[in-house]
Antibody, heavy 120, light 110 residues
């Protein structure tokens, strides 16, 4: 069964860049037709999709975050990454990575999530 | 404010049946498949239903999904204490060109 694991700093200063990596295990990030997504969930709130990438590097981003977001993939490390620039306290949330089969909108595998706090 | 609308909470007694509604629009539920997720406290979401009414392997058949027009529902029968969780609906949104979610419904098993 595919496993995803987020990693990265838990504390980021305002105006700096948030960087997270999702490592995929028990399957190749290049196998099949998958999209690899990032989500976030502020405390006590709902899920927000940030964007996605496939193994070929094709990306889609949430329009409201597009100017600050970059998602990249490293097939040699079986990882994909999120960079969110110019962060503010409003970006404080639990960040999840997840996978979906291309052509579908359901997310079948999720990482455990990692809390990122934006604070000085 | 979430794009899809769910009731904030529902409650029901053990062994009973409960339904959770999810309302959207023509750009999401009306034109695309609905998924449902279960989120236990402090855990990642778990896919319960996809393609409106299909259960992934390993998901109990006490869960079922349906859709009509721009609304969808999740039904849980034979309620158990372990079903206490927050449930989210989701669908692709053609305007966003990405998935949208409901605000989540907290289920309490009395």
């Amino acid at each position: 069964q595919v496993q995803l694991q987020e990693s990265g700093p838990g504390l980021v200063k305002p105006s700096q860049t948030l960087s997270l990596t999702c490592t995929v295990s028990h399957d190749s990030i290049s196998s099949g037709s998958y999209y690899w997504s990032w989500f976030r969930q502020p405390a006590g709130k709902g899920l927000e999709w940030i964007g996605r990438i496939n193994a070929s590097g094709n990306t889609n981003y949430r329009p409201s975050l597009k100017s600050r977001v970059t998602i990249s993939v490293d097939t040699s490390k079986n990882q994909f990454s999120l960079r969110l620039s110019s962060v503010t306290a409003a970006d404080t949330a639990v960040y999840y990575c997840a996978s979906s089969v291309a052509g579908t909108s359901s997310f079948d595998y999720w990482g455990q999530g990692t809390l990122v706090t934006v604070s000085s | 404010q979430s794009v899809l609308t769910q009731p904030p909470s529902v409650s029901e007694a053990p062994r009973q049946r409960v339904t959770i509604s999810c309302s959207g629009s023509s750009s999401n539920i009306g034109d695309n498949a609905v998924s449902w997720y279960q989120q236990l406290p402090g855990k990642a979401p778990k896919l319960l239903i996809y393609y409106d009414d299909v259960l992934p392997s390993g998901v109990s058949d006490r869960f079922s999904g349906s859709k009509s027009g721009t609304s969808a529902s999740l039904a849980i029968s034979g309620l158990q204490s372990e079903d206490e969780a927050v449930y989210f609906c989701s669908a692709w949104d053609d305007r966003l060109n990405g998935p949208v979610f409901g605000g989540g419904t907290k289920l309490t098993v009395l």
